[in-house]
């Protein structure tokens, strides 16, 4: 079965630590994606990943970076965690390959609920 | 910037009403439509999508969406619900000039009562 695997499903961490969440995907999937997913407000994309080493910013980048150094792992960064960064994050991965790439179904990890105190 | 609503944020039907959410997206071109479904405690999954073809679309568990291009609409319906379909269900859209990005909807939270 496919599988997007987060590292964490619940972290509690301080003002001002940094924070690491991964996401590792066993479908040899090009495009990693993370997202943040608060009530109401829907999932919102924070970055994505089309490549190894390639990034685009999303629709909320700020107080965030990514690391993709391997094809299967998509690292979320917080250099200076804030009480407005407790949320849920969702990873996701997606392939690019087919006649329609932008149709391909996202495949989303259980996501990792971190609390900022 | 693309975007994405759904105008009902919670919703509660009684077991073999008729289900229909609600969503509209911005982007007046090329565009593939999806709906979501997170059940309690399980990941996000696809519940159908649209990219080309009959605007009317089924899906699983008895779930059909139709994209309305004039209406730049793609409702999710199902004619009798069950206690089962208890979920938030998301609609997200992808724009040809978006790549590979998806833009998702606020998510509507439905209660079936047994």
């Known amino acids: 079965d496919v599988k997007v695997t987060q590292s964490s499903r619940y972290l509690v961490k301080r003002t001002g630590e940094k924070v690491f969440l991964e996401c590792v995907q066993d479908?040899?999937?090009?495009?990693m994606f993370w997202y943040r997913q608060d009530p109401g407000l829907g999932l919102r994309l924070i970055y994505f990943s089309y490549d190894v080493k390639m990034k685009e910013k999303g629709d909320i980048p700020e107080g965030y970076s990514v690391s993709r150094e391997k094809k299967e792992r998509f690292s979320l960064i917080l250099e200076s965690a804030s009480t407005n960064q407790t949320s849920m994050y969702l990873c996701a991965s997606s392939s690019s390959q087919g006649a329609h790439p932008g149709a391909n179904v996202l495949t989303f990890g259980a996501g990792s609920r971190l609390t900022v105190l | 910037a693309q975007s994405v609503s759904q105008h009902n944020h919670h919703v509660i039907l009684s077991e073999a009403a008729s289900l229909e959410l609600g969503c509209n997206y911005s982007y007046g071109g090329t565009v593939n439509l999806f709906w979501y479904v997170q059940y309690p405690g399980q990941h996000l999954q696809l519940l159908l999508k649209y990219f080309s073809g009959d605007p009317l679309v089924k899906g699983i568990k008895g779930f059909e969406a139709e994209f309305i291009k004039s209406k730049f609409s793609f409702n999710l319906r199902k004619p009798s619900v069950q206690w089962s379909d208890t979920a938030e269900y998301f609609c997200?859209?992808?724009?040809?000039?978006?790549?590979?990005?998806?833009?998702f909807g606020g998510g509507t939270r439905l209660m079936v009562k047994p």
């Open positions: 997200a859209v992808n724009s040809d000039n978006a790549g590979n990005m998806l833009t």
């Open positions: 479908m040899d999937h090009e495009n």
